[in-house]
């Protein structure tokens, strides 16, 4: 019951160290990272999983797996030259016919993603992007691509800078100005959504990010 008594007492004390507005602005941080963040993430591209092979890939990708000659000369039959066929396909035809020899699964394994894959993927914009920029949004005056990769960019970075108070201040001014821009350029409809958007930022922006940040502990560093 003691150690108990005195872990919330520290608890306490190290809650006193920082004011309402130091909370309120980590509020404030967490809230608008989760907006642009989440906005960012719809613009990236996917790993496809299950993608189409020409019967060539299918084969290369059999004798990939280091699979007998005879296993490949089976699946082989089953293929249409004048086919394509996803990786699901091949998978489902080599479970029923070698479904106790797991080469279904050393099959499957030539196409797991792999930690490039996914670090690719995380850092490139998807086709509806592009067509987003191009079509919807209608800046034809720069490149679409162009813009939705500095978007994808700009929503993945800032927000992270805000939500941990690393350069809190630069990633608001930064958010503030792509939210004026959609604004003005983009959706000039949706006053209310960016007016919340830039009450949330603004503070941020001429405060900092409180003492709940990194840029506290390095202020005090530096000191």
Request: glycine fraction near 8%; hydrophobic fraction near 45%.
């Amino acid at each position: 019951m003691e150690q108990i008594r005195s872990l919330f007492a520290k608890l306490t004390e190290f809650g006193n160290r920082f004011s309402t507005q130091d909370y309120f602005l980590l509020f404030l941080r967490a809230w608008a990272a989760k907006i642009f963040y989440q906005s960012g993430r719809t613009k990236a591209a996917a790993i496809d999983t299950d993608p189409e092979l020409e019967v060539d890939q299918v084969i290369e990708a059999l004798k990939g797996a280091s699979l007998d000659d005879s296993v490949v000369a089976a699946i082989q039959e089953n293929l249409d030259e004048e086919e394509t066929y996803y990786v699901s396909d091949i998978v489902d035809t080599a479970s029923e016919l070698f479904p106790d020899a797991g080469v279904a699964e050393k099959f499957q394994q030539q196409f797991e993603p792999t930690f490039g894959d996914h670090v690719s993927a995380f850092f490139s914009i998807n086709d509806s992007t592009t067509s987003l920029f191009e079509d919807e949004y209608g800046i034809d005056y720069i490149d679409p691509e162009f813009m939705g990769q500095l978007a994808l960019y700009a929503e993945t970075f800032l927000p992270l800078m805000i939500l941990f108070g690393i350069g809190a201040r630069l990633g608001a001014f930064g958010l503030l100005g792509m939210t004026l821009f959609i604004q003005i350029l983009v959706y000039p409809g949706m006053f209310a959504d960016h007016a919340t958007w830039f009450a949330a930022l603004l503070p941020i922006a001429l405060l900092g990010a409180g003492k709940l940040s990194f840029d506290n502990l390095l202020i005090k560093g530096e000191k």
